[in-house]
């Protein structure tokens, strides 16, 4: 296992990332944060965070489970754990932040587009991810990138974040360790 990112360095980078949002939307109050669950969820409140710090709007957050818009829902398990939406916002006309921790395939992304059709149709959605580690199999990319990292196929990126893991930084591992 390699440390690719501390927390600290998780941290700056989400940081770095707000002020970006910040910087190329002059009407912020306009957009709302939409995290994709599991890790996506926490990284949109600390982006949330931190764009209300910067610019004191409070930017509605919304919280999207893409599982029942998986193209390998077979693959996952005989019963995989769906957990709930929650966009309490309207999304039609609104830009869009769409937040994750790693950007692979692009296929939870295509998911995830699926999903916030369903709530409407937004003006404009942007891709937000911590890391992008490449081996795209859809033309999908992400307007904000923390990190890009050049990986293997046998490799794996993991982000590990309260509250969902027990501790906090970006590693790089190998498949099946």
Same mark, same amino acid.
């Given at each position: 296992m390699?440390l690719?990112?501390?927390?600290?360095?998780?941290?700056?980078?989400?940081?770095?990332?707000?002020? &970006?949002?910040?910087?190329?939307? $002059?009407?912020?109050?306009?957009?709302?944060?939409?995290?994709?669950r599991?890790?996506?969820v $926490? !990284?949109?409140?600390?982006?949330?965070?931190?764009?209300e *710090?910067?610019?004191?709007?409070?930017?509605?957050?919304?919280?999207?489970d893409i599982?029942?818009y998986? *193209?390998d829902?077979?693959?996952?398990? $005989?019963q995989?754990i /769906?957990?709930?939406?929650q966009?309490?916002?309207?999304?039609?006309?609104?830009?869009?932040l769409? @937040?994750? &921790?790693?950007?692979?395939?692009?296929?939870?992304?295509?998911?995830?587009?699926?999903?916030? !059709?369903d709530?409407?149709r937004?003006?404009r959605v942007?891709l937000?991810v911590?890391? *992008?580690?490449g081996?795209?199999?859809l $033309?999908?990319?992400?307007?904000? @990138?923390?990190?890009?990292? *050049?990986?293997?196929? &046998?490799?794996t /990126?993991d982000?590990?974040?309260?509250?969902v893991?027990? &501790?906090?930084?970006v590693?790089?591992?190998?498949?099946?360790?």
């Open positions: 390699q690719l990112m501390t927390n600290q360095e998780m941290e700056r980078t989400l940081l770095r990332i707000s002020r &970006d949002l910040v910087e190329s939307h $002059p009407n912020i109050e306009e957009a709302a944060l939409v995290g994709i599991r890790r996506g $926490p !990284l949109a409140r600390r982006l949330k965070r931190n764009i *710090d910067l610019t004191g709007h409070r930017l509605p957050l919304g919280i999207l599982n029942f998986r *193209d829902l077979s693959l996952v398990g $005989p995989p /769906v957990g709930a939406s966009l309490d916002f309207p999304v039609t006309g609104r830009t869009l769409l @937040v994750d &921790d790693v950007l692979y395939t692009g296929r939870t992304v295509r998911a995830a587009l699926e999903s916030l !059709l709530y409407g937004p003006k942007e937000v911590l890391v *992008d580690r081996h795209r199999e $033309p999908i990319q992400a307007d904000y @990138v923390g990190r890009r990292v *050049d990986t293997r196929e &046998d490799q /990126v982000v590990h974040i309260a509250p893991d027990q &501790d906090e930084g590693f790089l591992t190998r498949k099946g360790n």
